[in-house]
């Protein structure tokens, strides 16, 4: 919704004679409306959704519907946007020194949406509900947590395995209230977040209005969010163009086609997902550091991501989110250079003696040939055209290179070449 106001703007307007000696000049005053762009509050957003299985952020299975969740409940702790990990639900936490016990004290202002307390008991029913679980999204969560007990009302203490840098990471599950969950599982949702469930309509829709028991400091301009459940996760940008939708997120390389559209502005930002490529360290050319080296500067990664992710991702020597505050740019230093990684293979003893365009070496009694089997998934229509861009490149530097494509099971799919 906008405002409109008035600018008075005086129009001068010349008017010549062309015979007559007429008053040449005339002013006049015209009102022009001018759009003001300054956000008020109100109005409704249309956002989809697949419709879970549960309404139970712990229990659910739909990515959709978990960003959907994320608006009705919080978590102990959360990331910032540098990825830094910040308290939400939780005060404070504190270990005790050198020693894998964390004591964590929470927050005593929380309500829930319905007015009821948030407690420490609220938090071990969370841990209880995702450790019964056979395939919460959040049971890896918890794999090193080895026991927990409350301590007081606002006080949990909560023992891990043993000692490691990421513990708290681990609490950056929703956490549900008791009094609710307890006797129903797949109750409709009572969180702490900024909004909460104002309708249900089971396979057609969620509306969410503004959680006036939130401890936020800024209220959202929002007033509601009506979430349509559309099982064909395809159909969502169908909606979208059809303007049934207000929000679309995409993950669709051609992303940029939507920015063309009347009325749309389009936001690109960074997600956690990133492609690599695993060696198998049992293999002995690749236990030479010049052999790695040589791999990562003859391949030509900015190129891939421009011709087949249409520039849509970044381009990393390390496993860190571009965002993130422990990212160093100045550890990215591995650039395309088929020259260099030539050099690197020569300098390491490399030469292709009998000229089949592969280079080897003989070390001791036997040679060693630079010559590999890349794997990686059919179903990825990336992963296959990368694949053959990789191919080509560490073949103009005297790798060998067979590609072999296979179904991968699970989210193995989504993560890895192997080599």
Not at 86 to 94: D, G, K, M, S, T
Not at 191 to 207: A, D, I, P, R, W
Not at 389 to 401: A, Q, S, T, W, Y
Request: proline share 3%.
């Amino acid at each position: 919704m906008k405002n409109k106001s008035i600018l008075l703007v005086l129009i001068l307007i010349m008017s010549f004679a062309l015979v007559s000696c007429e008053e040449p000049v005339v002013q006049k005053e015209t009102e022009i409306a001018v759009e003001n762009e300054e956000p008020v509050a109100g109005g409704t957003i249309n956002v989809s959704s697949v419709e879970p299985g549960s309404l139970n952020p712990l229990l659910n299975k739909s990515k959709s519907y978990n960003e959907i969740s994320k608006l009705i409940f919080q978590s102990l702790v959360e990331y910032d946007k540098n990825l830094k990990i910040i308290p939400v639900l939780a005060q404070n936490w504190n270990f005790e020194d050198g020693s894998n016990k964390c004591v964590i004290r929470l927050k005593d202002n929380v309500l829930w949406s319905d007015g009821e307390s948030f407690t420490a008991d609220d938090v071990k029913f969370s841990l209880d509900t995702i450790k019964a679980s056979e395939d919460s999204i959040y049971k890896s969560n918890l794999e090193h947590i080895y026991s927990y007990k409350v301590k007081d009302a606002l006080t949990i203490e909560i023992t891990f395995d043993q000692p490691f840098a990421t513990a708290i990471d681990m609490l950056s599950f929703p956490v549900i209230p008791r009094h609710i969950y307890k006797n129903n599982p797949d109750a409709v949702p009572v969180g702490t977040g900024m909004f909460k469930v104002s309708q249900y309509n089971k396979l057609k829709s969620l509306e969410l209005i503004y959680n006036d028991k939130w401890i936020g400091i800024e209220k959202p301009y929002v007033e509601k969010i009506n979430i349509v459940f559309i099982n064909d996760v395809d159909a969502f940008s169908i909606a979208f163009q059809s303007k049934e939708l207000d929000i679309l997120n995409t993950t669709s390389y051609d992303w940029e086609k939507y920015s063309e559209m009347k009325d749309v502005n389009a936001f690109k930002y960074s997600i956690m997902y990133y492609d690599f490529i695993g060696l198998n360290y049992n293999k002995t050319i690749f236990q030479d550091k010049a052999v790695r080296k040589a791999m990562i500067q003859g391949i030509n990664r900015k190129s891939i991501v421009d011709r087949y992710l249409l520039g849509n991702a970044t381009v990393t020597d390390v496993p860190i989110n571009p965002n993130s505050w422990l990212k160093d740019t100045d550890a990215e230093k591995y650039g395309y250079s088929r020259s260099e990684a030539q050099n690197l293979l020569k300098a390491a003893g490399f030469t292709d003696s009998n000229n089949d365009g592969i280079l080897e070496r003989k070390v001791e009694e036997s040679i060693q040939e630079l010559r590999f089997t890349l794997i990686t998934n059919d179903e990825n229509e990336f992963r296959r055209k990368a694949a053959e861009e990789i191919k080509k490149n560490l073949e103009e530097v005297g790798f060998g290179v067979e590609i072999k494509s296979i179904e991968f099971d699970g989210e193995s799919c989504h993560r890895f070449w192997r080599i």
